[in-house]
């Protein structure tokens, strides 16, 4: 008993049980995502049980190391010098990542990089605004658990015990790797043990931080397929039009929050709904990312987010690719691009300066950002989209701009004065989705005077969505849903498209308008094509989805793991693969094809 006693063994349970706790803190922080009954209680057991195979590898890693450490220090301060930063990281990045995944749909991984860097312009405290209590609680438990833990950890120096200490370290190197395997357990071998709807519970934030560091460009699904030349696009013959394009990517405007939910539930864009009545409106849009980054080169260059980072972030956004920009300024655009804060911000303006943008417009080239900076991200979107407007009247035509709004994004802020104007809903989101719908509106409005307007096609969408209500929109394929317009009165009628399109089809639609004439290698299509099947594919959480046409198919690095039927399932709670086996090989297919044509574009 004495040598079990000073082993490392208590130690490392008593790490498993605190870890755990970290995970069923994150399931008590987003009950509604996994969509609990009775009927999945095993695909919950098989994610906790998963789970802590996991957690035994950042108890090696990470604990251990202490373990040993401590054993050989007496001075009390100092261990407990040594054992509080360790438990403040833990319990604090894991109620960072219970925050973070309402907002985001995904756990802490790459993007807690991008928070401390600042890239997103938006710090980690943002997520403990207001939760004063919360912070007051990490701190007191981090303080009563490296009291516990010292505690625990005795002091030795005898060669026997050292001997059996080394032996169940050995012993836990082992376990930890996943036994005899030729590579060690990961993250992204859960979906090889856990459901698909319940594969975010079982991952550990910790090791997510630590693979995203060492490997943050990973999907092994990728990393098995050879390259496949893309089809070049070129439109039907006709003469070339000079449309005037705006693109407004509204912030966090996911497809919940407007009147394409089917009335599922209430909806906060009344402008947007009244101006879907004038509009090309594609029904079954999705974005090709979760982030804001994600949403630039989607809809700007087509290229989807289809690794464990954001393409803009990586070595290939250097490669100059075939872009809106640099494609219509062979036939004589201008462009810009328009986005209230800083102008570093998420890397948008070195991008899209070397894909072909003319003019970058930030919270730099803003005239007032003194009296419109909203406190934490940039500028309120109403003053910005009445600058952006009368910017774009300064514009030579024809011209191609895009415009980010940012006022609907996390934490939320609506200026004082427009406090009571929306509806507060019943999540932090709704109200400031009001603002921006409103701000949209007053937009459109001011544009309607100017000279180019009845030459403008506005195309309108969303970057992604953010926290939801229902479940359907937290599954694999509904938190990319997003509303998708065209409006352009003068020049398209009114009509509805129904087929999956994402944002990489805006760039080949575009194309499609002008009646480009050369051959462009481009990954989507246009959203008026119907000669090509229509459909999105995204990297959730390690697994690899292909959606299209109401049909969601998962694939994991060998096989497929789940399909549904989102016309007759939306919350994606019966999987019916073994149903549809040809269907889900055609999707398979589709989706390996895709890939690899992707693969070809970017290298």
Not at 368 to 395: C, H, M, R, T
């Amino acid at each position: 008993m004495r040598y079990l006693r000073e082993s490392p063994l208590l130690y490392v349970l008593f790490t498993l049980m605190l870890l755990m706790l970290m995970r069923l803190w994150f399931l008590s922080q987003n009950p509604h995502f996994l969509h609990l009954t009775s009927s999945n209680s095993t695909d919950l057991a098989k994610a906790l049980l998963f789970g802590l195979r996991l957690d035994l590898i950042i108890a090696f890693y990470l604990f251990l190391p202490v373990f040993i450490i401590l054993s050989f220090i007496r001075i009390h301060w100092l261990r407990f010098a040594i054992a509080l930063p360790i438990c403040l990281m833990v319990i604090g990045v894991s109620a960072i990542d219970a925050a973070y995944f309402r907002y985001a749909k995904e756990r802490l991984g790459f993007d807690f990089w991008n928070l401390i860097k600042g890239e997103n312009n938006i710090s980690l405290s943002t997520y403990f605004d207001g939760e004063i209590v919360g912070v007051i609680i990490i701190l007191l438990s981090s303080i009563l658990i490296s009291y516990l833990l010292i505690k625990l950890i005795p002091t030795s120096r005898k060669s026997s015990q050292l001997l059996i200490n080394l032996a169940f370290i050995l012993f836990t190197f082992f376990i930890a790797r996943g036994g005899m395997r030729s590579r060690p357990l990961r993250s992204a071998d859960a979906a090889s043990h856990v459901s698909t709807n319940f594969i975010p519970l079982s991952l550990n934030p910790l090791l997510l931080l630590y693979e995203a560091k060492t490997n943050p460009n990973t999907n092994a699904y990728l990393d098995q397929l050879t390259t496949l030349e893309v089809d070049s696009f070129q439109p039907q013959s006709g003469e070339l039009t000079r449309y005037n394009f705006v693109v407004v990517i509204l912030e966090s405007f996911g497809k919940e929050y407007t009147a394409l939910n089917h009335n599922y539930a209430l909806n906060y864009t009344p402008n947007l709904n009244r101006l879907m009545e004038q509009s090309v409106v594609c029904t079954d849009a999705y974005s090709n990312g979760l982030k804001s980054m994600d949403a630039v080169p989607a809809l700007f260059s087509g290229i989807p987010r289809l690794t464990s980072n954001a393409f803009i972030t990586s070595p290939n956004s250097l490669k100059k690719l075939p872009s809106v920009f640099n494609t219509l300024k062979t036939v004589g655009y201008h462009s810009s691009f328009f986005h209230g804060a800083d102008n570093n911000t998420m890397g948008f303006r070195s991008f899209l300066m070397s894909q072909g943008l003319g003019a970058y417009f930030g919270l730099d080239e803003y005239p007032s950002k003194d009296e419109d900076f909203d406190g934490n991200w940039g500028i309120y979107d109403v003053p910005y989209l009445e600058y952006v407007a009368n910017q774009l009247n300064d514009q030579e035509q024809p011209f191609c701009s895009g415009v980010f709004t940012l006022s609907s994004h996390h934490p939320y802020t609506v200026p004082s004065e427009y406090a009571d104007s929306f509806p507060s809903g019943s999540l932090k989101i709704h109200k400031s989705i009001g603002y921006t719908d409103f701000a949209l509106a007053r937009f459109l409005e001011i544009c309607s005077k100017m000279p180019w307007f009845d030459n403008t096609i506005f195309i309108i969408t969303a970057d992604h969505s953010s926290e939801n209500s229902l479940h359907a929109y937290r599954t694999a394929s509904g938190k990319y849903e997003v509303p998708l317009l065209l409006y352009a009165p003068s020049i398209l009628k009114p009509s509805v498209i129904s087929k999956t399109v994402s944002h990489c089809d805006v760039f080949p639609t575009i194309l499609d308008l002008v009646n480009f004439g050369e051959p462009t290698s481009i990954l989507g299509s246009s959203i008026f094509d119907t000669s090509n099947q229509s459909m999105v594919c995204h990297f959730d959480n390690g697994v690899n989805y292909i959606t299209s046409n109401g049909w969601s198919l998962g694939v994991d690095l060998n096989s497929a793991l789940s399909m549904y039927n989102l016309q007759k399932d939306p919350n994606c709670l019966d999987n019916v693969l073994e149903d549809f086996p040809n269907s889900a090989n055609r999707l398979n297919h589709a989706m390996n094809t895709y890939y690899r044509k992707y693969l070809s574009l970017i290298e």
